[in-house]
């Protein structure tokens, strides 16, 4: 009877630690980062399907012939059967490569992306700096106000700057009357066309860099600030070596991110010119629109917006390896 109880009781003990050891799978499910994972698998999802797979499709569509519109895409392999010449890969390129208005557009997409960072990085910090030393009560209303043209979307803030730069009844050109200067072909003219559409440029993107630079501003200590003011510094000694050094990773993120935003804008030099006068205000995006949708060459249109991926990449190796080398030395 009593062997009988102690097998029992062994039993019974065996099972209730079997059921108390978690599985496996339990194990597996349990962990934080499977849970990390389930909770980001419809985001990755999302950027599978409408970032990764487009991109590869438009490289995929960048190494085929489109033949209706020109026959001489690929001179160099005429000799080839259509079948083979035609699915050279990269053959749009080294075709872009030989078209003066390709080099034109690499040209001005650099000098639009290049002037309006710079631009909308200065003003951001003059405004961040001018909202920082408002009370607190007043921040809010000003922060506001000055997101505005941020919030509101590009194209529609856009015709409101078409109108101001009418030929026939610009406000600007309007107001220039009465110091009697001359009306200025704000869009008509190649020069101005392009400050135009990077003022605009500046005017939709400038509260980015001012909302990210107030938020780092709001991170300095002020006991920092305390110790230069007894040392003697002045502000621009405050701003050179205090605020600047403890923002510069902020700095090099948000011009990061916003020169990735600027070479693919479309909205503003759409709306604004339509790449012209001439094509001299087209940027990647704009020209691969004109060619790839209007022109019904799609192959070589993705070939267009492709080519920004080598520039962007190298400006985001130097940025971001900058950053990294400031942390390690942090």
Not at 73 to 92: E, H, K, S, T, V
């Amino acid at each position: 009877m009593v062997d009988t109880a102690l097998s029992s009781n062994a039993t019974t003990s065996t099972r209730v630690r079997a059921k108390a050891r978690p599985s496996g799978l339990r194990k597996f499910l349990q962990r934080k980062s499977t849970i990390a994972f389930f909770m980001a698998l419809p985001l990755i999802l999302l950027i599978l399907t409408l970032v990764v797979y487009p991109a590869f499709y438009a490289i995929y569509l960048s190494t085929l012939r489109k033949s209706m519109t020109s026959v001489a895409w690929m001179r160099n392999c005429q000799w080839l059967p259509d079948a083979i010449c035609g699915y050279i890969p990269f053959g749009n390129i080294q075709f872009l490569f030989t078209r003066e208005t390709f080099w034109m557009v690499v040209w001005q997409s650099c000098l639009f992306a290049i002037s309006a960072v710079i631009f909308k990085a200065l003003i951001g910090f003059i405004v961040a700096h001018f909202v920082h030393n408002i009370p607190a009560k007043g921040q809010r209303k000003w922060r506001g106000m000055l997101l505005i043209p941020w919030v509101i979307p590009p194209a529609m803030s856009t015709l409101a700057w078409l109108w101001l730069f009418d030929p026939s009844y610009s406000a600007f050109n309007y107001a220039l009357s009465a110091f009697n200067a001359g009306p200025i072909p704000w869009t008509g003219n190649a020069n101005w066309a392009r400050f135009s559409v990077i003022l605009v440029n500046i005017w939709v993107g400038a509260p980015f860099f001012m909302i990210m630079y107030l938020a780092a501003l709001k991170s300095v200590p002020d006991q920092l600030y305390e110790a230069a003011a007894i040392d003697g510094a002045n502000w621009w000694q405050r701003i050179w070596y205090v605020t600047l050094p403890m923002m510069r990773n902020i700095i090099a993120i948000t011009a990061l991110f916003s020169t990735i935003v600027t070479f693919a804008n479309f909205d503003i030099v759409r709306v604004l010119t339509a790449g012209g006068p001439l094509d001299k205000t087209h940027l990647f995006a704009t020209w691969a629109f004109r060619i790839g949708i209007e022109g019904g060459d799609i192959p070589l249109g993705a070939s267009v917006s492709l080519f920004m991926v080598p520039i962007l990449a190298i400006a985001a190796i130097f940025i971001l390896r900058d950053i990294t080398k400031r942390g390690n030395e942090a």
